[in-house]
């Protein structure tokens, strides 16, 4: 390796301080906001990084883990006896399955293509299934091999150029709902795959909302690799919203719900910048766009709605670290108006966050209990959940590490 190489973090033996060091400018962010971010000075986390400090104890680790994206704990510390993904999760028993159906070519044979309208109506079940559902990545890793390959085919025998655009809007909203299986599985490659083909179907089709939904997954798959994809999920964004603007007028509910979906998506990511205004702002610009729809409108793919602008209000404040004000948006949320079994559990966990930032270590176990009561598969594939849990095993007190065992036991935390 040459000598100006940047060296390797996850090769031995480096110090965690080193690791901590490329890692960090790995990710773009400076000395003084990590610094900011995990409540410490700036000369404490240059005394770590140079070794003058020993590595932190696991709450602190856990908290560095999450702010600089670590996938895996042992790439931060550098003990590989004991992995534990923190931002993916196990790969599912029916990921195979899924993958070799958006790897083939699906020409079909002799086989007769179903219509658009057939595969929308079985999508739209798929959907609705998934919302009801605990074990949804269960349900998905069934229904999907075959949608997929059938959708796929619905394009290549598509006789017309409208019935082709009808079909790769379809065949876009099918990948939407793959990568919602995908995501947090330990096969990015396949997450990009399906991302790219569902944005290509999605143009292809001229269809509003199918470009919409295409751009927001994208956005968040660009802002889940770290801060330094932060610029590329903006321009996602910003570009799919400039290019609905001209339906809004005339739009219908769903091409409005994707909007301000999209809307709350910019915020997301200038709360993960640490943004506040930016981030409000956004917040509120979406929050008019879900007075314009019915109340009791759910958008199936987004949960984008009236309802969950509460949910969405935690996340702002949780990703903006202010822990205060998190707890104040979580209590003033209306959770039970969530339809969605994996939504909610989601808003669970982003309540969890809340309470462990204010401090209440014990409200944020019980908060995580009820995540893994509404959907179990959600909180086993989240990493924020995944973290809080472990770093709770280490608490000094012993109903808080009995209770954080336990769900550690349920999600198989710290199995090898």
Known sequence: MPDDATPDPYADPIAFGHRMQILRTKRGMSRPVVAGLLGMSPSWVKQVERGEIGMPRLPVVLRIAELLRVRNLSDLTGDQSAPVDLFIGPGHSRLPAVRDAVNALSWGGDRQ????????????????????????????????PDLIRDAQLTVRQADTAGE???GQAVLSEVYSLSQFFVAYQPDSALLWRVAERGMVAAQ????PHAIGV?????????????????????????????????????????????????????????????????????????RATARRLPATYYHPITSFSQAIMGAHAVTVAVELRAGGESVRQAVAADS???????????????EARAYQLDGQAETALATLEKAHEAAPETIKYNGYARRIVLEETESKVPAHRQRAAALAVQLDLLAA
């Open 164 to 166: 082709r655009r009808a």
């Open 204 to 207: 292809e089709s001229e269809d």
């Open 113 to 144: 293509a179903p219509t658009a309208e057939h595969v929308a109506a079985r999508l739209a079940k798929a959907w609705a299934a998934r919302h009801r559902a605990a074990n949804h990545r269960q349900v998905l890793g069934e229904l999907l």
């Open 214 to 286: 295409a751009a927001w997954l994208a956005a968040q798959a660009h802002r889940d690799t770290g801060p330094d994809h932060f610029d590329a999920a903006d321009v996602m964004t910003l570009e799919a919203l400039g290019h609905l603007e001209r339906f809004l007028p005339d739009a219908d509910e769903r091409t409005t719900a994707i909007t301000g979906a999209l809307q709350f998506e910019a915020g997301y990511t200038a709360a993960r910048r640490g943004e506040s205004g930016a981030a409000w702002g956004w917040w509120d610009k979406a």
């Open 336 to 350: 039970t108006a969530i339809p969605s079994r994996p939504r909610l559990a989601r808003h669970r966990i982003e």
